[in-house]
C-alpha cells in the first residue's frame, strides 16, 4: 500500500496530461466533469491495478485489481458518477475459458456494483411452459453515453464462437447487436442489427 500511494503522488505531481506509464499511470480518462479520472496502474507491484481519484484533493477513492485469469479489457465514464468497464478472461492455462467477458458498473466510490453484461448473467426467454435460459456470448463497445439520457447508454453487442475447445473470438460474420442498455440494472433494448463494417464505423 505505501508503494502504491508513492507512486500514485509520484504520478500526481506533474499536470494530468503529462501523467504517463513513466510515472505510474496508463490510460487515463477524466470524468466529464474533470472532478475525478480513473487509470490503471503500471509499477511491477501494482500492474494491473485500476484507481479513481479525486482530482483536486489528489487522493485515490477506489481501487480494485484485475481479476485471476482474467484482463480488464477497457473501462469508460458513462457520466460523471458511473464508470462501466469490461473484463475478459484470459490465461495461458491448458484448460482455461478464453475470450469470455463480463461488464461491470459502479460508481465512482466503488458503490452500486453490478454486471450488467456478458458471461454469467442468464437471459430468459418466456416459452409456453418452461423459462429458456441462455447465456450472452458476446463482447461490448460503447457506442454512445447518450448524456441527455439519464442510466442509458448505446452499445454494440458483438457475438462470439468458439474456436477450438475453450477459446471464444468475434464471429465477423454475425449481425452486431445494437442496443440501449440501462448502466444500474443491466437491462436492454435492441434497437437494430448491423453488419460487422457498419458497427465498426458506429461512434467513430
Known sequence: MKR?????AAALLLPLSQASANNGLADIQQSPDQ??????????????RILIVDAKAKK?????????????????????????????????????????????????????????????????????????RKEIKAQLRIVDTLPSEKKMILVAEYPLKREGMNNYQIAKERPVTVS????????????KKVSF??????GS
Open 35 to 48: 472532478s475525478h479520472f480513473i487509470a490503471r496502474m503500471t509499477a511491477d507491484n501494482n500492474a494491473g
Open 60 to 132: 485515490a477513492i477506489t481501487e480494485f485489481a484485475k481479476p485471476r485469469d482474467a484482463i480488464i479489457d477497457w473501462y469508460r465514464w458513462v457520466d460523471n458518477n458511473r464508470v462501466v468497464y469490461q473484463i475478459k478472461l484470459q490465461s495461458d492455462k491448458a484448460d482455461a475459458v478464453n475470450g469470455l467477458v463480463m461488464v461491470y458498473a459502479m460508481d465512482k466510490d466503488g458503490s452500486n456494483r453490478k454486471q450488467i453484461f456478458g458471461h454469467g448473467l442468464e437471459r430468459f426467454k418466456r416459452d409456453t411452459r418452461i423459462n429458456k
Open 4 to 8: 502504491l500511494l508513492f507512486t500514485l
Open 180 to 191: 440501449r442498455l440501462d448502466v444500474y440494472s443491466g437491462k436492454r433494448k435492441t434497437v
Open 197 to 202: 463494417a457498419e458497427a465498426q464505423k458506429l
